[in-house]
């Protein structure tokens, strides 16, 4: 890799850095390519992306950043993954963790908030962005719905009381 591609890479990792709502370190070592190719898929699904980068150009892209506080983790075979969402990245690979003991959670940042493993796994057991609006619109809904119903029942109880008014009168 020569100086340009270093440079490009690290202006890559920079704006990353500075656009995700949550970035995760772990450590990878032991996983296989196929492993690693469904955590991808996984993250992709999500909404979120996977990074294997060179930790001393990622040291240097995450100068002056938010997320600065997770330079501490990058040590030996890290990948980071990382989403807009700030719940996302944390919950797939909190998920993935569990299924597979290789990939060990050492912590992360959530804007400017540093995370432990343990944060991490707090992170992952919010609800996300798509689950916080669907209850909201189900909130908003709910009275919307109560209200048609209720003005519409009026309307029904004439109509049955008329309708058994008719069926006395015809016997």
Known sequence: MDRAQKEQLVEDLGQIFESSGVVVVSHYEGLTVAEMQDLRARMREAGGSVRVAKNKLAKIALEGKPCASI?????????????????????????????????????????????????????????????????????????????????????????????????????
């Open 71 to 171: 330079a501490k983790h990058l040590d030996g075979m890290t990948v980071m993954t990382f989403s807009e969402d700030p719940v996302a990245a944390a919950k797939v690979t909190q998920g993935y963790a569990k299924d597979n003991e290789k990939l060990v959670i050492l912590g992360g940042a959530m804007g400017d908030i540093d995370l432990d493993p343990a944060g991490v796994k707090a992170v992952s057991e919010l609800p996300s962005r798509e689950e916080l609006i669907a209850s909201i619109v189900g909130c908003i809904a709910a009275p919307a719905s109560n209200i048609a119903g209720a003005i519409g029942a009026p309307a029904s109880n004439i109509a049955s009381i008329l309708s058994t008014i008719d069926e006395k009168a015809a016997a």
